[in-house]
Antibody, heavy 119, light 106 residues
């Protein structure tokens, strides 16, 4: 069974940094692209970015490219999202998701982790 | 960026047929996908590549369309289908989602 479990969320002050993790199990992690999506409270979904199997290709939504960094550790079956210079607009549930390499849609999603940016 | 426009909400009775539309601001070829998000849950893939049903998803769900106009159909609707439905395009960078259509059952 494919499982994705995000962690590392919580309350963070404006301007600070936070690193989220996503532990993957039930599939061969190193064979798949992975991605991050976020959802502000009561709002829709926003695609953040994706990373390929060997980390040689990482794509971001342009508005977050200078703030967020996606990485992965295939030995640990873990995906990461490093977030910096956080503002209130970054308050959201953050989901990691497995990406297919056919059309790059998300076929499995984690439960999500809440990040609240507030003083 | 490619903007995907969805109607905000629909209300239907169980047993009826419902169509949820998604219009793209530019062509997305066949890279259109649909997700269901029940309250308090993560999104779940329903349809990929316009019309391909994800494994395990009931055949009551179907997708159609091409170019810029796409449709998700649920026939017949069941009470369990109460959710928000999002379309997503993965043809143009950056990938984008529609704002979602909230489906309520009467």
């Amino acid at each position: 069974e494919v499982k994705l479990a995000e962690s590392g969320g919580g309350l963070v002050q404006p301007g600070r940094s936070l690193k989220l993790s996503c532990a993957a199990s039930g599939f061969s992690f190193s064979d798949y692209w992975m991605g991050w999506v976020r959802q502000a409270p009561g709002k829709g979904l926003e695609w953040i970015g994706e990373i390929n199997q060997d980390s040689s290709t990482i794509n971001y939504i342009p508005s977050l490219k200078d703030k967020f960094t996606i990485s992965r550790d295939n030995a640990q079956n873990t995906l990461y999202l490093q977030m910096s210079k956080l503002g209130s607009e970054d308050t959201a549930i953050y989901y990691c998701a497995r990406t297919t390499d056919y059309y790059y849609y998300f076929d499995y999603w984690g439960q999500g982790v809440m990040v609240t940016v507030s003083s | 960026d490619t903007v995907l426009t969805q109607s905000p909400a629909l209300a239907v009775s169980p047993g009826e047929r419902v169509t949820i539309s998604c219009r793209a601001s530019e062509s997305v070829s066949t890279a259109m996908h649909w997700y269901q998000q029940r309250p308090g849950q993560q999104p779940k893939l329903l349809i990929f590549g316009v019309s391909n049903l994800e494994s395990g998803v009931p055949a009551r769900f179907s997708g159609s369309g091409s170019g810029t106009d796409f449709t998700l159909t649920i026939d017949p609707v069941e009470a369990d289908d109460t959710a928000t439905y999002f379309c997503q395009q993965t043809w143009n960078d950056p990938y984008t989602f529609g704002a979602g259509t909230k489906l309520e059952l009467k």
